[in-house]
């Protein structure tokens, strides 16, 4: 007869256990967050400057106003070329929105200056650049990285060969990308198969809230390039690629460690995906190949290859030390030279 008892006992426990939190309570000591500016570009040569200059968000949240991507109010930059000063940046005014603020269902969100600092001095191969900027409360930071010189590069390309894939047209062609590697350990490069500048259009219809009225419009746009696909049996490619995607590989990095100064061929296949009701479609026509400073490099790689293809996010996988070169500060200053060798006609 102690069934009686222990169902009591069960439901004496059970209402004294309900009205007990086992929330389990971790106090972490979070690091002390110090303000400081984000200094973040490339320099590409032949291309004129263009950079992001901002404060540093908390990266625990302990500052809820504290805008993203905000520039101080009177930063200013100056860039040097091999120790020699070039002059100041300017602001080219852009306002974006700041989502980590509360947003106005009549207004919309919170704008906030995030435009770049610009000049018009076109990076040279070869040189070293200093950014420094500074900014009222941010101690100054500066970066500095050297240009990649320049690595001649020309092209054997195959006769274009007609493949069949169900829905499209892939024409694939064989080329091999030769250089020669200059002397020294340590030459980053990446290798892509670009188009050149191409438009294409599109036409949607308006109407007016009636439906009553309605017009086509056209729009033209303009693709600066586009990348295609190729498929190798080099290893330094494939080790490059980290992953291949089914449809081949539309980027891959590699160094010099097994052919350091020496001359190099790499064999790669382009794919050209022609879709048969298009008329406006990209062409094949230059493989770059993407002298690219240590700094970038280790970006590349993250950004690029972080996780296998196909795999979810994981939030809990081992933390990524991510490079910078700021002192004073954080971000990073990369600096690329692309030596374009054009299919030959």
């Given at each position: 007869m102690r069934r009686p008892s222990l169902i009591l006992l069960a439901a004496v426990l059970a209402g004294t256990l309900g009205a007990c939190d086992f929330t389990p309570t971790l106090d972490v000591p979070l690091p002390d967050f110090e303000p400081a500016l984000t200094l973040n570009g490339v320099l590409a040569a032949d291309s004129t400057v263009e950079v992001r200059i901002t404060a540093a968000a908390d990266p625990y949240g302990r500052y809820p106003d504290d805008g993203l991507f905000e520039i101080p109010q009177g930063t200013v930059a100056e860039l040097f070329r091999d120790g020699a000063s070039l002059g100041p940046l300017r602001l080219a005014s852009a306002e974006c929105p700041d989502y980590s603020k509360p947003v106005d269902p009549v207004a919309g969100p919170v704008t906030v200056e995030c435009g770049a600092f610009i000049s018009d001095v076109v990076v040279e191969p070869g040189a070293t650049y200093t950014l420094r900027a500074?900014?009222?409360?941010?101690?100054?930071?500066?970066?500095?990285?050297?240009?990649?010189?320049?690595?001649?590069?020309?092209?054997?390309?195959?006769?274009?060969?007609?493949?069949?894939?169900?829905?499209?047209?892939?024409?694939?062609?064989?080329?091999?990308?030769?250089?020669?590697?200059?002397?020294?350990?340590?030459?980053?490069?990446?290798?892509?198969?670009?188009?050149?500048?191409?438009?294409?259009?599109?036409?949607?219809?308006?109407?007016?809230?009636?439906?009553?009225?309605?017009?086509?419009?056209?729009?033209?746009?303009?693709?600066?390039?586009?990348?295609?696909?190729?498929?190798?049996?080099?290893?330094?490619?494939?080790?490059?690629?980290?992953?291949?995607?089914?449809?081949?590989?539309?980027?891959?990095?590699?160094?010099?460690?097994?052919?350091?100064?020496?001359?190099?061929?790499?064999?790669?296949?382009?794919?050209?995906?022609?879709?048969?009701?298009?008329?406006?479609?990209?062409?094949?026509e230059a493989v770059w190949l993407v002298a690219v400073d240590a700094e970038t490099f280790g970006a590349y790689q993250i950004a690029w290859f972080g996780y296998p293809a196909g795999e979810d996010f994981n939030p809990f996988q081992e933390p990524i030390d991510l490079p910078s070169n700021v002192v004073g500060g954080y971000g990073l200053l990369g600096a690329v030279t692309v030596n374009a060798a054009p299919v030959p006609e």
């Open positions: 500074s900014a009222p409360g941010y101690p100054a930071a500066e970066a500095t990285v050297t240009v990649p010189g320049r690595v001649p590069v020309t092209l054997d390309v195959g006769p274009p060969v007609e493949a069949e894939v169900p829905g499209w047209i892939r024409v694939d062609r064989d080329v091999a990308v030769s250089f020669r590697d200059p002397a020294g350990l340590g030459d980053r490069y990446a290798l892509m198969a670009v188009s050149g500048p191409w438009t294409y259009t599109d036409t949607y219809q308006t109407c007016d809230r009636g439906g009553v009225s309605c017009s086509d419009t056209t729009v033209h746009y303009r693709v600066p390039h586009t990348r295609f696909t190729y498929t190798t049996s080099d290893p330094v490619l494939l080790a490059g690629a980290r992953t291949i995607p089914t449809n081949g590989i539309s980027f891959a990095t590699f160094t010099d460690e097994v052919f350091d100064g020496e001359a190099r061929s790499l064999k790669v296949r382009v794919h050209d995906l022609i879709h048969p009701d298009r008329r406006e479609e990209p062409e094949f």
